[in-house]
């Protein structure tokens, strides 16, 4: 098996390579994205923005000093995030931050924002999710390349993993109370989304457990992390149906994305369960051997100059 000398412990699970990358041990670590040879994420309740490189385990770490729900790089070379004060562009280099969107101010104590991703056309989507689980009171948006913010999809619980199929037609979309993943016709000129279909219905295929982040092959296959499941789970779309799951030891799964050179490596972020001790609870995972390549990522394309210089 290969490995790396930084790597803290390795597990073997027949052809598959699964072996623990970087040093941080993450609160609850989300919403990873592969970008420029380096795998980002946030810690949500470490309130950090983290820079990995896999290839010498390195991590550069911002402290945003808030609970920080997603990330995604900026054409400019920085990062955009949503997080307890909504949509934040920080300045890689000076750590600057700039408000720029706080669609819900006035549910900051029971609500706060949690995934999202850029589209193919580079607008920032994220959702917010209640804390107090309050049913349907969490929303989806959409920032667009002006800056201009859109509300999207009303009545959510727990907004969570999004993604776009390859030939950008549809975008998949997950409540996770509802335990299903949801398909929007996807217009990428406009942004626009319409005629939402069950495609995927997690408990049917046997998961009891909560979906939490997602993203998409090459093959327009879907890859669910599990939260409180301890697992993966790829899906066929088109049939909804389960095509493969793959266990991992620690039982807060939380998002995954795929990465590396030839992006053929799956990176899955975790979280550390409040009741149970687990060695790598916190940690990123590195899976190789999937034989499968996932999409490039999309940073967010800004087309006027709303952030300050660089």
Not at 34 to 52: F, M, P, R, T
Not at 206 to 220: Q, R, V, Y
Request: hydrophobic content about 35%.
């Amino acid at each position: 098996m290969t490995g790396y000398a930084f790597s803290l412990h390795c597990y073997d699970v027949s052809e598959l390579s699964i072996q623990t990358i970087g040093t941080r041990i993450s609160a609850w670590g989300e919403g990873p994205v592969w970008w420029k040879n380096h795998l980002l994420y946030v810690d949500i309740e470490g309130h950090a923005l983290i820079q990995l490189n896999p290839r010498n385990g390195e991590e550069r770490i911002w402290e945003v000093g808030e609970r920080i729900g997603t990330v995604v790089p900026t054409k400019d070379g920085h990062f955009l995030y949503a997080g307890d004060t909504g949509f934040v562009y920080l300045n890689a280099k000076t750590g600057e931050k700039t408000a720029l969107a706080d669609p819900e101010v006035n549910l900051r104590k029971v609500n706060r924002f949690n995934d999202g991703k850029c589209d193919p056309a580079g607008r920032f989507w994220a959702g917010t999710i209640s804390l107090v689980k309050d049913s349907g009171t969490a929303a989806l948006y959409m920032l667009d390349e002006k800056c201009t913010l859109h509300l999207k999809i009303t009545g959510v619980t727990n907004s969570n993993g999004i993604c776009w199929s390859v030939d950008t037609k549809s975008m998949y979309y997950i409540d996770t109370p509802l335990k299903q993943v949801r398909r929007y016709h996807f217009d990428l000129k406009s942004g626009a989304i319409s005629h939402p279909e069950i495609v995927i219905n997690t408990l049917a295929q046997g998961f009891n457990n909560s979906p939490d982040g997602m993203t998409i092959d090459a093959e327009d296959k879907l890859w669910i992390a599990f939260c409180h499941g301890g697992c993966i789970a790829r899906f066929d779309p088109k049939t909804g149906k389960k095509l493969r799951q793959i266990n991992l030891p620690c039982m807060e799964t939380t998002a995954c994305a795929f990465g590396g050179e030839n992006l053929d490596r799956l990176f899955v972020t975790t979280g550390t369960h409040k009741n149970i001790e687990e060695k790598d609870a916190g940690k990123v995972f590195a899976i190789d051997g999937l034989n499968v390549c996932g999409i490039p990522a999309f940073a967010y394309n800004q087309t006027v100059p709303v952030f300050p210089p660089a």
